[in-house]
C-alpha cells in the first residue's frame, strides 16, 4: 500500500489548508486511515483518525474543533480539512492506514505516507 499526501504548503495564522492522502489500493470498510503530525524538535503525534466503512471520527483535543477529517471512497482518498491554523500547527503531517483501530491513534499503523509539510507564519 502507497499513501500519497499532499496539499501541505505555508499560510498566515487563522488561514485554512486541506490536505489529501490517495491510498493505492482498494480501502476496506474495516480500514482506519488517519493523519499524525511531527514538528521540529517534537515527538510525533496523533491528529485525527477515521474508520472508513462508517466513518466515524476522533480528534486530538489540539485540534477539535478546528480540522475535520472526511473520506472519499470513490477516490479512496482521505482529506484533512485544517481552519483557523496556528503556528503551533507547524509540522509534517503524514497519513497513516491500517486495521486496527488502537494501533492506528498509537502511532503503529501498518503503513505510513511520506509526509507533507504545513507551515503557518504568525
Known amino acids: 500500500v502507497q499513501l500519497q499526501a499532499s496539499g501541505g504548503g505555508l499560510v498566515q495564522a487563522g488561514g485554512s489548508l486541506r490536505l489529501s492522502c490517495a491510498a493505492s489500493?482498494?480501502?476496506?470498510?474495516?480500514?482506519?486511515m488517519g493523519w499524525f503530525r511531527q514538528a521540529p524538535g517534537k515527538e510525533r503525534e496523533f491528529v485525527a483518525a477515521?474508520?472508513?466503512?462508517?466513518?466515524?471520527?476522533y480528534y486530538a483535543d489540539s485540534v477539535k474543533g478546528r480540522f475535520t477529517i472526511s473520506r472519499s471512497t470513490a477516490e479512496n482518498t482521505v482529506y484533512l480539512q485544517m481552519n483557523r491554523l496556528q503556528p503551533e500547527d507547524t509540522a509534517i503531517y503524514f497519513c497513516?492506514?491500517?486495521?486496527?483501530?488502537?494501533?492506528?491513534?498509537?502511532?503503529?499503523?501498518?503503513?505510513w505516507g511520506q509526509g507533507t509539510l504545513v507551515t503557518v507564519s504568525s
Open positions: 497513516v492506514k491500517g486495521t486496527d483501530w488502537d494501533k492506528v491513534m498509537t502511532g503503529k499503523a501498518d503503513h
Open positions: 489500493s482498494r480501502t476496506f470498510s474495516s480500514a482506519v
Open positions: 477515521i474508520r472508513w466503512g462508517v466513518g466515524r471520527t
